[in-house]
């Protein structure tokens, strides 16, 4: 069997409709911040877990989008609302096409803007966005789900942080 490739994609930023016009779209990396434990009784040290490291995700469009410039400088933490959808084949065998999404919310940290224009060729601009919510779902699945704010953590199902919101009265 041949793994699923991602044969397309598309982007929505704040609900307007990026076909043919994004280029390229980078998903945060889901990293969990590690603290070097070594108490007595151990032989070797371990890590703690500290909870996750900052989400940050980029793309790259054909053009110098206006609804995307207007919204940089937002003071809303979760200001910009992303939605990547795509579309995973296999080659191996038929019907076997997953349809993915991603939802994210936060604020563009940085808009590289085009270091010069050239007639004929692309000038992109690149978006980087800082981001407090993140949304994994394959075949309407919700694999990860992670928001910062409300301090939810589900993966798989499970809610990691229930208990700690419950400890906390929230």
Known sequence: MLPKKLKNFNLFADGENFVGI????????????????????????????????KLTSSFKLHEMAASVLRKFGTSEIDGVPLRFLGAAVSDGAAGTTDAIEVIMRGRYSGLE?????????????TCNVSLAYFKYVVNSETLIEIDVINMIENVGGVDRLA???????L
């Open 113 to 125: 803007l085009p270091s010069g224009y050239k007639a004929g060729e692309s000038a992109m601009l």
């Open 163 to 169: 208990e700690q919101r419950a400890a906390l009265g």
């Open 22 to 53: 994004v280029d390229e779209i980078t998903l945060p990396n889901l990293e969990r911040k590690m603290e070097e434990y070594r108490p007595g009784g151990f032989n070797a040290p371990v890590d703690a877990d500290m909870g996750m490291n």
